[in-house]
C-alpha cells in the first residue's frame, strides 16, 4: 500500500528525496499544494522491458524543482549526482 497513513508516515511520502527535509506544498501554496510531490522513475520509462512493470523500489518522490533539474541533460543526471550539486 503506497498511501501515507498520516503523521510522521505521511511525511515521508512528502519529502523529496534528493533534498532529504520535508516540504509542504499546501504550507507553501494552499490548498492546491496539498499532496503534491513529482514521481522520478530511475530506470527510465524508455528503458523498461517489454512487460512496462515499475516497481516501487525504481522510483522516487522528488520535488518540481529536481524533476526539472534531473532531465535537464541527456541522459539525465542521476540521483547522487544532482545531490552533490546542492551541496
Not at 503534491?36 to 527510465?44: F, G
Not at 522491458?49 to 516497481?55: F, M, N, P, R
Request: charged share 35%; hydrophobic share 35%; with cysteine.
Amino acid at each position: 500500500d503506497t498511501q501515507a497513513t498520516g503523521g510522521e508516515d505521511e511525511k515521508v511520502w512528502k519529502k523529496c528525496e534528493i533534498w532529504q527535509i520535508y516540504f509542504s506544498f499546501k504550507e507553501k501554496y494552499g490548498k492546491i499544494g496539498e499532496d503534491y510531490l513529482e514521481v522520478h522513475h530511475i530506470i527510465p520509462v524508455s528503458n523498461l522491458q517489454d512487460d512496462g512493470v515499475t516497481k516501487l523500489e525504481d522510483i522516487i518522490l522528488i520535488c518540481a524543482n529536481c524533476h526539472r533539474m534531473i532531465h535537464r541533460k541527456r541522459p539525465c543526471l542521476d540521483i547522487e549526482s544532482l545531490r552533490k550539486l546542492l551541496k
